[in-house]
């Protein structure tokens, strides 16, 4: 898919009739699926199980950098009870301060626009009797306003902002895009707080040639959950996490597929890649090396490109178990932890 930030220019070729004809791209009003008013967050979530929602767009066609195409499908299939489950009363998680400061960057929004906003509390869903599964879940609806009909609230922390350093991130314009699909309108204002402080807000036009093209690959992972049959895995730890999921249990058989060209093919591929790994990592190491042998006692080593520094942790002070068990035995019994098995990918080359 290329890149898909919108081009002001043809959105507004879009909207400008080149004749007496105007052309309304508008579509009718969503449909109003359910009220979220009094629903409880399991209530709500299965409930986005039914389709797509606008925060599942840019995972539905591969452009979420924190869930994978396999992962949502997991979750839009039911098999998602073994994946990790984020902790909404955990202050130390982005989600949970996501939720606390959303209706305080809507504030500022509207002191600095002098926009009224509106909370909408419900599910919508696409008009179009043939998008069913097309959902979305607004923050906000701005009252009053010509030119924005829509309000996306976010947060970013220290990692996240490197996402925002040019602009709006591909994954919210998808985002947005399918909200403005779903509702009809025309455009929506982005209001994001950086690190806690910094305020910034980003107009994103309605692009009905992206939104065509968004609604296809859409369609396609939905075909996927409907025919049940799992998306292709892409490299990423989320779907590295999904595999562990969907095959948590190995059955003890063997599969032989020496006769399958694609995946000998696959096989081999694999091999050489991880043997360049290792000699790069022994390069790596050797390198490491040369720098840390003349750095000596020096705390830093400054460079024409930067510098690198090699100074001591502080002494920490820790259980030791082994020896506490060995000698009160008893306790295992009494405080028990138990961890789940994992499978392992093990490698074996046959001799030449």
């Known amino acids: 898919m290329n890149a898909v930030v919108p081009n002001p220019s043809r959105a507004s070729e879009l909207v400008q009739p080149n004749s007496d004809h105007v052309i309304s791209l508008r579509t009718p009003r969503p449909i109003r699926l359910a009220s979220t008013k009094h629903l409880s967050r399991d209530e709500w ?23 994978s195409m396999l992962e949502l499908w997991l979750v839009k299939t039911g098999r998602d009870q ?5 902790d909404f009363e955990d202050d130390s998680s982005p989600l949970y301060w ?7 960057v809507a504030q500022h929004y509207s002191q600095r626009t002098g926009h009224k906003v509106r909370r909408v509390n419900a599910i ?6 043939a998008l069913p599964w097309m959902l979305a879940n607004l923050d906000y609806r701005v009252s009053g306003c010509a030119t924005v009909n829509l309000l996306e609230c976010k947060t970013a922390g220290e990692y996240g902002a490197r996402l925002w350093r040019n602009g709006v991130p591909e994954y919210v314009q998808l985002q947005v895009q399918h909200q403005l699909a779903v509702t009809g309108e025309q455009a929506a204002d982005v209001c994001v707080l950086i690190c806690g402080q910094q305020i910034q807000i980003h107009r994103i036009k309605r692009d009905d040639e992206l939104i065509a093209r968004l609604i296809e690959l859409e369609q396609q ?5 409907e025919t049940d049959t799992p998306p292709p895995a892409d490299g990423s730890a989320s779907a590295q996490a999904a595999l562990r999921a969907l095959y948590s249990q190995d059955a003890g058989t063997v599969l032989d597929l020496s006769t399958d ?8 591929q694999y091999l050489d890649l991880r043997q360049q790994i290792e000699q790069a990592e022994q390069q790596e190491e050797h390198l490491k090396q040369q720098l840390q042998q003349r750095m000596g006692d020096a705390s830093q080593a400054v460079f024409a490109k930067g510098s690198v520094s090699w100074k001591r942790s502080k002494d920490s002070l820790s259980l ?8 009160q035995p008893h306790l295992l019994q009494q405080y028990p ?4 098995g994992s499978r392992r990918f093990l490698v074996q080359v046959n001799a030449n």
């Open 221 to 225: 992972f939905w075909h996927y959950v």
């Open 82 to 86: 073994d994946l990790p489950k984020p």
């Open 337 to 340: 932890l138990h961890k789940a």
């Open 261 to 268: 060209p694609d995946l000998n093919q696959t096989f081999d």
């Open 320 to 327: 030791d178990s082994k020896r506490l068990l060995k000698d």
């Open 124 to 129: 919508l869903q696409h008009p179009d009797p």
């Open 98 to 104: 996501g939720n606390i400061l959303e209706p305080i």
């Open 45 to 67: 979530l299965q409930l986005r199980k039914q389709g797509i929602g606008s925060s599942d767009a840019a995972a539905a066609v591969g452009l979420n950098p924190y869930q």
